[in-house]
């Protein structure tokens, strides 16, 4: 059993709507164009892009699991400072350090931003199955090939849940897989896509 497997399944921290965030404090980075496109005549939404932010326990190893394992890249994050926190309504006044993982170079990649909060643990939702709990249960990453996703898993010492590569049923696109995993604290990820 290696490293990541070992992990187990811990606890799932809150995970918490971090577009808030960067609406706050800016998704560029020091140095950075920080111009936002205006959304055309209509258009609710600045980016049709989610981004989405998960409280870790461990924010070193979910790191390892999300760029080893997953394949996503890591990019400059962001500090929160404790005021901000507390005034926005993010924290309870506590300092936090935002990693950032993107699935690609495009600037509407998705974004995943990891944060750990030592100094106040996050309570421990049942995530066994994706209706054990209230709340956002899991990501979806489309990919291009199952078999290189397994040998990139495999390689990280992360194994799928249940049976997966599951093949889709019929009514589903046709040679279509999904595997279900679960990150270090028991976060569950579907991978769907072919295999080559």
Known sequence: MNRLTRWGYMSLGAVVAASAIVALYGCATEGEDKTVEEPSAG???ASQTVDVGIVVSDVEKAA???TEALGFKEVPGFDVPAEMGKEAGLSA??????????????????KVK?????????????????????GLSYLTLHITDTTAAMERLEAAGVEPVANGPYALPEGFPKGVYLTLVRDPDGNLIELVGPKK
């Open 43 to 45: 258009d609710a939404f």
């Open 93 to 110: 006044g506590q300092p936090f350090h935002v990693r950032v993982f993107v699935l690609g170079d495009a600037p509407t990649a998705t």
């Open 114 to 134: 990891l944060m750990a909060f030592p100094d106040a643990p996050s309570a421990e939702p049942d995530n066994a199955t994706i209706h054990s709990t209230l």
């Open 64 to 66: 390892d699991f999300y």
